[in-house]
Nanobody
Framework: QVQLVESGGGLVQPGGSLRLSCAASGGIFIIYAMGWYRQGPGKQRELVAT???????NYADSVKGRFTISRDNAKNTMYLQMNSLKPEETAVYYC??????????WGKGTLVTVSS
């Protein structure tokens, strides 16, 4: 059974940065497409970014140029570097994995609060 554990969330001021991590276990990490999704208060869950098993990336238009998704297959870990954060990006950020996005495996999420 694949387990995904997010970390790195917290409180950050507008314009600040955070780096999220997603540690995977129980599966063959290298073959999975991975992704980050988020769900803000009163909103539906939405795609933030994905990264294929081969390293191809895809971003939501709203985060292009500010967020960077990456993966370290040796560590079974995926990252999301978030810069220039905005208050409206306050949300629970979820890690996702599967053979294609969105995959069937989800983490429990990590809360990111952007506020002064």
């Amino acid at each position: 059974q694949v387990q995904l554990v997010e970390s790195g969330g917290g409180l950050v001021q507008p314009g600040g940065s955070l780096r999220l991590s997603c540690a995977a276990s129980g599966g063959i990490f290298i073959i999975y497409a991975m992704g980050w999704y988020r769900q803000g208060p009163g909103k539906q869950r939405e795609l933030v970014a994905t990264i294929s098993s081969g390293g191809r990336t895809n971003y939501a238009d709203s985060v292009k140029g500010r967020f960077t998704i990456s993966r370290d297959n040796a560590k079974n870990t995926m990252y999301l570097q978030m810069n220039s954060l905005k208050p409206e990006e306050t949300a629970v950020y979820y890690c996702n994995a599967g053979l294609r996005p969105p995959g069937k495996y989800w983490g429990k999420g990590t809360l990111v609060t952007v506020s002064s």
